[in-house]
């Protein structure tokens, strides 16, 4: 009595910001299943020729009173990936999770920084990058990423913002229970996700 669907919801970003920990934590509740892997569907064109059909086949299997999510922080920053998500359904609901852009900008160096070591690749210091001439630098594609209103134009020229609903990512860390059940009342899902789902160490 299972099927693939097409998503119902899609976290759409940010990179750095704790998508990997939402789509998780939503993976709690009952009427959620969540995709494997980071889809790149919308924002990479040699996935987006495959079509909707392969785009299906990639989604995990769902029972009818289930949400189907993916998560592709690529989407938030892609200039393609509004429209065509809009084209595909114009009434999706999207989430996308912030953090504090500066911190956002320094994990995502650090994710790129270590990634260069240990493919033994030359590194660059972070202040030769995100300064050039004594001004920040906003080519630096970390820099791009954080800079949330310059995408949140190109997002809200297709959807409403009612539509899209802003996770908190540095509350998230903290105290994870009252922003997910903010998620469970946008995504009209009956309350399941308890704070004894969670576990804190140091």
Same mark, same amino acid.
């Given at each position: 009595?299972?099927?693939?669907?097409?998503?119902?919801?899609?976290?759409?970003?940010?990179?750095?910001?704790?998508?990997?920990?939402?789509?998780?934590?939503?993976?709690?509740?009952?009427?959620?299943?969540?995709?494997?892997?980071?889809?790149?569907?919308?924002?990479?064109?040699?996935?987006?020729?495959?079509?909707?059909?392969?785009?299906?086949?990639?989604?995990?299997?769902?029972?009818?009173?289930?949400?189907?999510?993916?998560?592709?922080?690529?989407?938030?920053?892609?200039?393609?990936?509004?429209?065509? =998500?809009?084209?595909? @359904?114009?009434? +999706? %609901?999207?989430? &996308?999770?912030?953090?504090?852009?500066? !911190? #956002?900008?320094?994990?995502?160096?650090?994710?790129?920084?270590?990634?260069?070591?240990?493919?033994?690749?030359?590194?660059?210091?972070?202040?030769?990058?995100?300064?050039?001439?004594?001004?920040?630098?906003?080519?630096?594609?970390?820099?791009?990423?954080?800079?949330?209103?310059?995408?949140?134009?190109?997002?809200?020229?297709?959807?409403?913002?009612?539509?899209?609903? =802003?996770?908190?990512? @540095?509350?998230? +860390? %903290?105290?994870? &229970?009252?922003?997910?059940?903010?998620? !469970? #009342?946008?995504?009209?899902?009956?309350?399941?996700?308890?704070?004894?789902?969670?576990?804190?160490?140091?």
């Amino acid at each position: 009595g299972t099927s693939r669907q097409i998503p119902q919801t899609i976290i759409i970003g940010v990179r750095k910001g704790g998508t990997r920990a939402l789509l998780e934590m939503l993976g709690i509740h009952p009427n959620i299943v969540v995709a494997a892997t980071e889809v790149h569907f919308f924002d990479w064109d040699e996935n987006y020729v495959k079509g909707i059909d392969w785009y299906r086949s990639l989604m995990p299997f769902s029972y009818g009173n289930q949400i189907t999510i993916e998560k592709t922080p690529g989407y938030f920053t892609s200039p393609q990936a509004p429209e065509r =998500i809009h084209y595909m @359904n114009s009434s +999706i %609901k999207l989430l &996308l999770i912030l953090r504090d852009p500066t !911190e #956002r900008v320094i994990s995502d160096y650090t994710q790129v920084y270590y990634n260069r070591v240990e493919s033994h690749k030359p590194v660059q210091l972070f202040e030769d990058i995100v300064i050039k001439n004594g001004a920040l630098n906003t080519k630096y594609k970390a820099i791009q990423r954080s800079l949330y209103d310059v995408h949140m134009e190109k997002w809200l020229k297709h959807f409403s913002l009612d539509q899209i609903h =802003i996770v908190d990512g @540095n509350t998230l +860390i %903290k105290d994870p &229970l009252p922003e997910l059940q903010k998620v !469970e #009342r946008f995504l009209n899902l009956p309350s399941r996700i308890m704070s004894s789902n969670f576990y804190f160490n140091q």
